[in-house]
């Protein structure tokens, strides 16, 4: 059988490792995707940057998409069944890493403006991949959580803490925003957090959006925090990404350019899960495997005095494996700098040029005696030892 023709996101991790053996590969800029671009693949492995829909596909050749990402908007999945163009994501291939960065929210607001997450209720929109993990997280660091999620909670396929949205946004002291993107039925979440439900949060709530943009009415959101700048906000996914709105980057305490799930593991994890699914589609042998592919993390280990207090260890642990606050910082220098011409490259650029970054899961804590302390950081996803 001669090798597959594929077209694929230039971004894409590891992509010649697992796909160069069974195909040629035309690496494109996914956010430009043109249909003369396509029209000889047989399969296309790209991210959420690319739209694939009608227009893209009418007149190619295409069998497969394979999207490296958890979430599908970017997918028009109807056109897709209706030609009989089989389709893939990766659910959860990233999803610790967003739980990673939603902590690590967490200890900034504990460590800059006095936030102790043990005092407070935690709620969670969203209990898919990542807020379910985030909750499951959360609970086993012995933290008070409620979420909301009609879907799941109709499925009745777990046992969460669940509550409607309007009481959640009334009981929480800080809001993690984890919901896909739909926007159509019953269920929609396009500007789910509308100016009712920001009007409804308490002052000196701490919210976390780290799902996708459109999720939050960003311009009510905006209002509020020009009025009353009485929330603390951690903005990772932004409206019209790359040409965001960047007038409320001043009222944010971190921002970030939408990768909450960039860590190393959840890049690899995604193209390793497209690369399973483009074989068994094809009929092709699977033989590259993720952990030949992953390597040692650079801090393995962090050793605590035994009269460290938890504040601390946190602190020390979370900015061993990922600091937030840099992040912040490089994109504020950044996207300070761009004008209008130069603002979605400059967006774009941040989030193909990111820095290495591993997982909570790769740093082990040793000196820790404190019951009450390990088991907040091993409920958090460190290893303790």
């Given at each position: ?33 043109q ?14 940057t ?20 958890i979430?599908?908007?970017h ?9 009989n ?6 659910p959860g ?12 929210a ?8 006095g ?35 009609p879907?799941?909670?109709a499925?009745?396929?777990d ?5 409607d ?29 509308n ?50 709105d ?43 495997h ?42 504020r220098q ?19 040029h ?17 019951a ?14």
């Open positions: 059988m001669s090798k597959l023709q594929i077209v694929a996101d230039e971004n894409i991790l590891l992509l010649d490792e697992f796909f160069a053996p069974i195909a040629d590969i035309t690496k494109v800029n996914g956010r430009n995707l249909a003369e671009q396509v029209t000889q693949a047989d399969a296309l492995v790209l991210r959420s690319a739209k694939v829909n009608k227009a893209l596909l009418q007149h190619s050749s295409v069998k497969f998409v394979g999207t490296c990402t979430g599908i908007d997918l028009d999945t109807a056109y897709l069944d209706k030609q163009i089989h389709w893939s994501n990766a291939c990233n999803a610790d890493g967003v739980v990673d960065y939603a902590i690590n967490l200890n900034h607001a504990w460590q800059v403006h936030i102790d997450p043990r005092q407070t209720t935690i709620g969670v929109v969203g209990a898919g991949n990542v807020g379910g993990r985030l909750i499951k997280r959360l609970q086993a660091a012995g933290l008070h959580v409620i979420c909301t999620d879907p799941q909670q499925a009745g396929l046992n969460l803490p669940y509550t949205l309007a009481n959640l946004l009334q009981q929480a002291d800080v809001v993690c925003l984890h919901a896909p993107l739909t926007k159509q039925g019953e269920s929609s979440t396009f500007n789910l957090i100016k009712q439900a920001i009007n409804q949060l308490r002052p000196g709530t701490v919210l976390i959006s780290a799902g996708r943009g459109e999720v939050v009415d960003q311009t009510a959101l905006l209002e509020r925090l020009q009025k009353q700048g009485d929330l603390y906000v951690y903005l990772d996914v932004w409206q019209a990404e790359p040409m965001v960047l007038t409320i980057m001043p009222y944010c305490q971190t921002v970030t350019p939408h990768i909450a799930g960039h860590s190393l593991e959840g890049k690899m994890r995604g193209t390793a899960m497209i690369y399973q699914a483009l074989c068994r589609h094809f009929g092709l042998p699977a033989t590259q993720l952990n030949a592919h992953l390597p040692a993390p650079s801090i393995k280990r962090l050793e605590v005095d035994a009269g460290a207090d938890m504040k601390s260890i946190l602190n020390a642990a979370c900015n061993s494996v990922y600091n937030l606050s840099q992040d912040d910082a490089r994109t950044a996207l300070s700098k761009a004008d209008h011409s130069t603002l979605g490259s400059t967006f774009d650029y941040l989030r193909k990111y820095p290495v970054r591993r997982e909570f899961s790769t740093l082990e804590v040793a000196g820790v005696i404190d009450d302390q390990r088991q907040l950081l091993q409920g958090f996803g460190f290893k303790v030892i």
